[in-house]
Every structure is written in structure tokens, then in C-alpha cells.
């Protein structure tokens, strides 16, 4: 602070020197804060990021998509096939003749409108993004379903079922163990097709 006399006029140099050694002042850079990263914001296929130093964007890292059909060929399932010759034991055992004359063929082509009924391609298609441990969770939940109702119900802690309530059961307990099997042979095929090939690994 500069004191003036009353008397005295003041001087505009020094005024102009003292507002320019205030304006001219800065802070160290120690005493900056430091950059740090915040919170991360998903817009589409970008990502906005932001900290004390502002904006800045980046890609979002996305999961390689899982191709069925190279899969299948990386793991020469056709080859382990023919190799192993099951088709030609199935035909010297008669095994597509006793399916003929089950009607085995006819049933499964009237199945087949099912499939896009229920959309279990494109079920199957979206069960490839899910983890295979998360999967096999499901299906083990479903599996077990049934022994635990029988156990807890021989325990005491759940009462066994009585008049039409038998059978409501009996198809529930049939149902979680059908779906958790079907599930478990679906994780197994899927953890196959979601892993890396040999050569990526090496």
C-alpha cells in the first residue's frame, strides 16, 4: 500500500509501477493443484472424462464380439468329427434308421418353426456377451432347485405338498431341472467360443 500526503500530488508513475507488480504476480507451481481425473460419462461410443483441469474425451473400450462360425473353426469341431468317425458308427449301428422309423426327422422339422418362435437364435446370440461363469451360476441354481425343496421338506422346514399342489410341484421341480441343464450344456458351449485362440495367447 502506498500512503500519499495530502498535501503532496501523487505521482502516476509510481501508481502505474505498483498495479503492474500486482498484476504480475502468479502463483507457484507448487501451489497448483494437481490434475487429477474424475468421473467417467458413456456418450454413445465416446467417453467424457472430467477433472479440475476441464474436459477431455476418449474411446470406449468395447468387447471384442464373439464370431460363432470362426470359433467353431478355430476349434475344428468338424475335423474332431469325421477324425473320430461317429456318423459312420451311427450308420453301421442302424441309428439313423431306428430315428426314421421313430419319426425322429418329421418331429424335429415340425420343431424347427419353434426356433423363430421363441427366437432362441438371436437368444443365443445374446447369451455370447454374458460371461460363462455367470451362466454356469444360473445353471447350477436351476439344478439344485429340486434336491433342496425334497431336503428342506424331509427337514421339517417346508411342508410337503398335498392334493392339487403335488403336481404344480412335481412339474415346477421338472422344469428347473430341465431349463438348469439345457443352461449348463449352453455355458459350456459358450465358454468354449469366448475363449482366445492359441496364437492370440502366445
Sequence with gaps: FFFFSPAKPRDPFRMLAAVAALLSFTAPLASRPVATRGAAVSMGEKVLSLDNMGLYSG??????????LTRIEDLRVLTSLAEAGVLSAAEEAGVFSKLESAGAFSTAEKLLPLVEKFKLLSLFEELLEVEAGLLFTAANFLIVFTPVVLTLQICGFVPFPQGPVIPVEALACLSTGAAGFALFATAF???NLQEEPASFQQ
Design 59 to 68: 474411446k470406449a473400450a468395447q468387447k471384442a464380439p464373439v464370431r460363432v
Design 189 to 191: 458351449i459358450i465358454g
